[in-house]
């Protein structure tokens, strides 16, 4: 149904550019740039470590193995935030491999025999799973329709704390310390507590444009302090080459299996999903309106990495949720952040010295980071959850059964050992169970019932005598009937204005109180008490 919003002006009081196309000094590009790379970089590696180790691939192969990602990586991201064509959101978006991937290539290469030929088996897989992702891309982004907060907003929070763990553990001493009697040592745990408590000390205390680089100054600072312990290794540096150029077809020619590639497919519909939910997400964050092209373009640019990646010795590409965190801590909103950050990890994946360099951070320092950053995504995810009515019980088992379901493969680790290898590489992914989960009982509850629904215009619940004067809004006489709200409920064609204060939209905590005065308008039959509460206009 049609409704009656605000219309707002795409300038800003304050300035003529929204602040995501906003182009800042060289400096501060450095600097919030190669703060992105830091904080994406543990995550970044840990992939190809994985699968290395599984596939027990050599110690040079490996070393190649993080080239080549981080050199792709960067040619990800640009093509991500700078846009190419129809390619890519041109938003501040970071792009990375995707966790959903790593078991089923590990599956993959264990089952082609391992080493280079289990390798050539995955990149076959990968270079098809990212055509088909480009191909798919306009026609999934018309299905967003089917994924209304309480999906977005579920999977997104399923992010973050999936991910939390893995933040845990580096705090603890890292992966490789398990088992020995140095992990959760009291020196690795006063490492990562110290880096977030002057994270948080730095948020707290420092001016804004301090307070932006608050992640970068932890990191710096936590480091400094391992090495005045001497808890820093920098051997990994000196015995690195300068240069190192990543190829096509390093390890020889794909190999295309149809098994494999289905699996890969499926995978690559499941991060679909994900940078979905990302896109919306920084959207939530910058204010900048998110609809179904801006969907489509994100979703070609990760097919089109993800083709990238097999092709130059990687692996799938997915919009990177952690990033996204460090955006909504810094309030850097300017997607040529991104482009720069790009540009750091292309000469990170062509100078494996200067990578090697990065590597030497501690994982205590990087695990007390990375927790303030990780749970930044879960905390979008709980905002966008906030559109959603929890208070009706369909909603609020959607969100409940879908965090159970991601919480096993994280809690249990063994929990799905008995199932067979194809369908273990799935479900020992908590983001792809959980967010199955989430969409199919979306299905059940939502789509299938057909419910009437009644639709809240959010941009209308703020009462308008709060809003000064001179805000740059038109006149009452002025409205105009808009299209349907998007299925995240922003505005009609235009954007809502930016804060400068870096905030991002205000929506209210206690529907109750900030309905506007009138009757609600009901989509179809109304009924006396919806069991759904509100809703986005299915």
């Known amino acids: 149904m049609a409704r009656v919003s605000r219309q707002y002006s795409p300038q800003f009081p304050d300035q003529g550019t929204h602040p995501v196309d ?18 994406f970089y543990a995550a970044a590696v840990i992939v190809p470590i994985l699968l290395g180790n599984a596939l027990k691939l050599s110690h040079d192969q490996l070393v190649y193995l993080i080239n080549a990602d981080l050199f792709t990586c960067g040619i990800a991201s640009i093509i991500q935030a700078l846009g190419v064509w129809k390619i890519g959101a041109k938003m501040p978006l970071v792009q990375g491999v995707t966790f959903t991937a790593v078991s089923p290539m590990i599956a993959i290469g264990q089952g082609a025999g391992g080493g280079t030929a289990g390798l050539l088996v995955v990149y076959g897989a990968v270079i098809t799973a990212g055509i088909a992702t480009f191909l798919f891309a306009p026609f999934f982004s018309k299905l967003v329709k089917y994924f209304p907060p309480v999906v977005i907003g579920t999977i997104l929070t399923i992010i973050g704390m999936t991910l939390i763990p893995q933040a845990l553990q580096d705090a603890a001493g890292g992966a490789q310390l398990i088992g020995k009697p140095e992990f959760g040592d009291l020196k690795n745990l006063g490492y990562a507590l110290g880096t977030l408590l002057f994270i948080l000390a730095v948020v707290r205390i420092g001016k804004p444009y301090l307070s932006s680089l608050a992640v970068l100054l932890g990191l710096v600072g936590g480091t ?46 499941i991060t ?13 964050i910058t204010r900048k309106r998110v609809d179904n092209d801006t969907v489509a373009r994100a979703l070609r640019a990760d097919g089109v990495a993800t083709l990238l990646g097999g092709i130059f010795n990687s692996f799938p590409y997915v919009a990177f949720a952690e990033n996204i965190g ?12 991104v482009v720069a950050a790009g540009v750091f990890m292309i000469a990170l ?35 966008i959850l906030g559109k959603a009515d929890l208070r009706e019980e369909r909603n609020a088992l959607i969100l409940a059964v879908s965090l159970g379901a991601a919480m096993l493969p994280t809690a249990v680790a063994p929990f799905f050992d008995r199932m067979p290898d194809g369908l273990r590489a799935v479900l020992n992914s908590g983001i792809t169970l959980g967010g199955l989960t989430a969409i199919l009982l979306n299905l059940l509850f939502n789509v299938f019932t057909r419910r009437n629904t009644v639709e809240i215009d959010w941009d209308n619940i703020e009462d308008d005598a709060e809003e000064p004067a001179d805000a740059g809004y038109p006149s009452p006489g002025d ?42 308008r009901p989509q179809g039959p109304q009924h006396p008490q919806d069991p759904q509460g509100p809703h986005w206009g299915r």
């Open 22 to 39: 906003e182009v800042l000094p060289v400096g501060k590009l450095t600097l919030y740039g190669f703060q992105h790379v830091l904080a």
């Open 224 to 269: 400094a302090v391992a090495w005045a312990f001497g808890d820093v290794d920098f051997s990994g540096v000196q015995n690195a080459d300068w240069f190192g150029v990543s190829t096509p077809f390093h390890y020889g020619l794909p190999k295309f299996e149809p098994f494999p590639i289905i699996a890969m497919v499926v995978v690559m519909l």
């Open 272 to 284: 679909m999903v994900e940078t979905t939910g990302d896109v919306y997400a920084i959207g939530e």
């Open 326 to 337: 460090l955006v909504r801590m810094s309030k850097i909103m300017s997607r040529f952040v």
């Open 349 to 383: 994946g062509l100078l494996p010295k200067v990578g090697s360099l990065v590597a030497a951070i501690p994982h205590p320092v990087l695990g007390g980071a990375a927790i303030s950053m990780f749970g930044m995504v879960a905390t979008v995810g709980i905002q």
């Open 479 to 520: 409205q105009e009937p808009v299209g349907p709200a998007d299925p995240l409920g922003f505005p009609g064609p235009a954007a809502a204005p930016y804060d400068p204060q870096g905030s991002v939209a205000h929506f209210p905590t206690d529907p109750a109180r900030h309905f506007p005065p009138g009757p609600r």
